[in-house]
């Protein structure tokens, strides 16, 4: 098995096309995005409402180099600072090193 | 003229919304799946813009109607600037969240104009169709004059700095493209093409069940709307609930005042105090998620959703019916 960088990035539906560029800039080869359910932040309860993409949350999951990570990190932040959001990067073990 | 408002009040699309609204403040598990949820929506866009548009067909473009257009443009401009100086001068609310918030009440609830299209059928008054072109071109220009005021404040826009570097093109994108927008221009054409002919071929679907369809999708609403009133109230000072209910009558006010000099019959008259009155929950939280990011949404749509969209639909459009008549008279 080989180590990797596993980025998880929660963010706000009307972020996830900027967060989507940053990734792919930093020259990311892959990720997948998920749609959260429900939460708590802020004090408050929300829940993916059918009204309106303000209330929705994504889960962007990518592994990678360090490099590639380092390289999204900092428009990540970025991003963050104005958008709501999490962001965690872990090391994993990967299969396959030559796919990320 | 009370009798009809209390009519509209206890009829079975606003009961099935206290329902659910209830139901939402009680934490019952009842659940629309989402996927019928946004069918509903499309389909009640559709069907809203396709009434529009065969009565279009029928009436024509009349002066009368491009001053209404007008007139509802220059009240979506205005009333957000209103809607802030109340929002300043009442509340503790930040400069960015008032202008957030201002935005939404300067555009338009769809849903609570199909309500009162309802309401107004039921109460014998005839409407025209054209005023689901005002609406659609009441939606956008709130988010603008919200950008202007935002702006003004040194602070708010340093805040949102960052933002505003990607936020242009999917600003755009959101407002334009924004599917209750598409789908209900894109029917109201369709209407106003095909006319007489279009609508023989369609009205089994998108016209005799309208009713039935709105009390589902009302139930869905009041849910969305009880829930979101019960995990975001802590948000709210009493003085952004009073917000709530005061801005959409100083808003129709100024509606009634349009529709007194232009003359509009009662039926049109109420339908446009409703769209000055009614508060957006789809579009503009979403356009002001990318362009005012650090205004708070649980603020915003709380109050939105939670306090002018149920007093619109319970209180509001029977009061706007009874003064549209009055000065109607």
Redesign the interface.
């Known amino acids: 098995m080989h180590q990797k960088k596993r980025l998880e990035l929660i963010i706000e539906r009307m972020a996830l096309a900027r967060a989507r560029d940053i990734l792919e800039d930093a020259g990311v080869t892959g990720y997948t995005v998920l749609s959260a359910m429900a939460g708590y932040g802020a004090g408050r309860r929300w829940r993916r409402s059918d009204l309106s993409t303000a209330e929705e949350m994504t889960v962007v999951i990518a592994i990678c180099d360090d490099e590639k990570i380092e390289r999204a990190l900092k428009a990540l932040h970025e991003l963050l600072e104005a958008q709501i959001g999490v962001l965690n990067v872990s090391t994993v073990e990967v299969l396959r090193p030559d796919r990320f | 003229m009370f009798d009809l408002a209390l009519a509209t009040l206890l009829s079975p699309v606003v009961l099935f919304f206290v329902l659910g609204l209830l139901a939402g403040l009680a934490k019952s598990d009842i659940t629309?799946p989402?996927a019928v949820?946004?069918g509903l929506?499309i389909y009640l866009m559709m069907a809203i813009g396709l009434k529009g548009g065969f009565e279009m067909a029928a009436s024509g473009l009349t002066g009368t109607i491009i001053a209404v257009m007008l007139c509802g443009i220059v009240l979506s401009f205005a009333l957000p600037a209103i809607a802030f100086f109340f929002l300043r001068t009442t509340t503790k609310l930040p400069s960015v969240d008032a202008a957030a918030t201002a935005a939404h009440y300067g555009s338009i609830s769809i849903v609570t104009f199909v309500a009162a299209t309802q309401a107004v059928d039921l109460s014998g008054l005839p409407s025209g169709g054209y005023l689901v072109a005002v609406a659609a071109l009441m939606e956008t220009p709130a988010i603008v004059t919200a950008l202007l005021l935002a702006g003004r404040s040194k602070k708010a826009a340093q805040?949102?700095a960052?933002?505003q570097q990607?936020a242009p093109t999917?600003l755009l994108r959101?407002v334009a493209l924004n599917a209750s927008v598409v789908v209900l221009v894109g029917a109201l054409i369709i209407g106003w093409v095909t006319g007489e002919t279009g609508k023989a071929q369609v009205e089994g679907v998108f016209i005799t069940p309208l009713q039935g369809v709105l009390c589902l999708f009302l139930l869905?609403?009041g849910l969305?709307a009880g829930?979101?009133l019960r995990?975001?109230w802590?948000?709210l000072q009493p003085a952004t609930i009073g917000f709530g209910i005061y801005m959409p009558l100083v808003s129709a006010a100024f509606a009634a005042l349009a529709s007194f000099a232009l003359r509009l019959p009662p039926g049109d008259a109420a339908l446009f105090m409703t769209l000055a009155a009614s508060a957006s929950?789809?579009a503009v939280?979403?356009a002001?998620?990318?362009a005012l990011?650090?205004a708070?949404?649980?603020i915003y749509?709380t109050l939105s959703?939670g306090v002018t969209f149920p007093f619109n639909l319970t209180v509001g459009i029977p009061i706007y019916i009874l003064i549209a008549q009055y000065i109607a008279a």
Do not use: F, H, T, V
Request: hydrophobic share 30%.
């Open positions: 629309i989402e949820s946004k929506a805040q949102n960052p933002a990607s999917g959101e869905d609403m969305s829930r979101g995990n975001g802590r948000m929950y789809i939280p979403a002001m998620r990318l990011p650090s708070k949404p649980s749509l959703l």
